[in-house]
């Protein structure tokens, strides 16, 4: 006879582990069901023994859904509500930041389908934005870089205000690399690059929860920054800060492995300009291959003189041999944009 398992059982240890679709079907089952998916802890719960999806944005702006778990199923493409957008802007705790041209912001669960516009009738801005979550607060936020001052949109209060501080852009010096949007650590430490005449290259971090830029830098790994031939390229594998350095010599990934921990910056690998199979330093790194250590997802720079354009791509790179692989999507010509996302519940 088969044994029935008991509700708290189902509801902790074995609905948190199915897909997420699976879940959206079961809060039809009863009203328990229904209640206890749809709380807060259990969505937390299950964003984090979720695995990360990848959403890639092509140049007709249509959005994809793939699962690099299960590399043989084709990307999913996304029927949106809209018509077009402009860019995404960031992906966090299972929403993405979509930004239009008016400018209007969007909040999207590219799951769930759900999505919420919200309005930005402030001073014109830069591009400088980033978008994330505080834990403490529970809330989504998004900020925009003024050369005195953040603006800050918080989900919950649903309204913009402006943070000064004393440690404002013009204090920190010039965004440097090609990414303007912040670097997300933890879900609320967004982080960018800059360079000043006294410190060369400076890593900068924007505390979601505290709403304030952190007093002291983040470490840099050991390089004579002088020498570096080109902007480092600031990113995050698998929820660790990442640097791509371009020396006069080669070109190294360095990852550090304990957040502000200056010790824990490891050098992944890196590749002498006379090795190079492939130009490294315009590749932007994703995430691991979770099956190879050797394996990264990145997102590849092809730049054409007869065109004067850029085309991008997404590859798989073997640090082993410096080989990559370029990943074909039917249905997407070239890739825009590139970013990891957790299936969510979250429902905006």
């Known amino acids: 006879?088969?044994?029935?398992?008991?509700?708290?059982?189902?509801?902790?240890?074995?609905?948190?582990?199915?897909?997420t679709k699976s879940l959206i079907r079961f809060k039809c089952v009863s009203k328990s069901f229904k209640t206890f998916i749809s709380n807060y802890k259990f969505i937390d719960l299950q964003l984090r023994k979720s695995h990360d999806l990848l959403i890639i944005k092509d140049i007709d702006n249509d959005l994809y859904l793939f699962d690099l778990d299960t590399s043989k199923s084709p990307a999913t493409k996304l029927t949106l509500p809209w018509t077009s957008f402009r860019l995404v802007v960031g992906s966090c705790y299972g929403l993405l930041c979509l930004q239009e041209i008016d400018p209007v912001f969007r909040l999207f669960n590219a799951y769930l389908q759900t999505y919420r516009d919200i309005l930005y009738s402030g001073e014109s801005f830069s591009g400088k934005s980033g978008f994330g979550y505080d834990h403490k607060n529970k809330d989504y936020k998004i900020v925009l870089l003024h050369p005195q001052h953040v603006t800050l949109y918080s989900l919950k209060a649903d309204s913009w205000r402006?943070?000064?501080?004393?440690?404002?852009?013009?204090?920190?010096?010039?965004?440097c690399g090609s990414n303007h949007h912040?670097?997300?650590?933890?879900?609320?430490?967004?982080?960018?690059?800059?360079?000043?005449?006294?410190?060369?290259?400076?890593?900068?971090?924007?505390?979601l929860c505290s709403e304030l830029w952190e007093e002291d830098d983040i470490p840099l790994p050991e390089y004579k920054w002088y020498s570096i031939s080109t902007n480092p390229i600031l990113g995050v594998i698998d929820g660790c800060l990442s640097l791509m350095v371009t020396t006069t010599e080669s070109v190294d990934m360095c990852v550090m492995k304990e957040y502000r921990n200056k010790g824990s910056w490891v050098k992944l690998f890196g590749v002498s300009h006379s090795n190079y199979?492939?130009?490294?330093?315009?590749h932007i790194p994703l995430a691991h291959n979770r099956e190879s250590n050797s394996g990264i997802l990145m997102m590849k720079n092809s730049y054409s003189s007869k065109t004067n354009s850029t085309t991008r791509c997404l590859v798989w790179y073997n640090s082993n041999d410096n080989t990559s692989k370029e990943i074909e999507f039917d249905g997407i010509t070239s890739v825009s944009q590139a970013f990891m996302c957790k299936p969510s519940l979250v429902i905006v």
């Open 277 to 282: 199979v492939i130009p490294l330093s315009q």
């Open 1 to 19: 006879m088969a044994t029935k398992i008991p509700m708290d059982i189902m509801l902790t240890e074995i609905l948190p582990k199915l897909p």
């Open 162 to 175: 402006d943070v000064v501080q004393k440690s404002s852009l013009e204090n920190i010096g010039s965004l």
């Open 182 to 207: 912040g670097v997300l650590v933890n879900n609320h430490l967004l982080h960018w690059l800059f360079s000043s005449l006294k410190d060369n290259i400076r890593i900068r971090c924007f505390n």
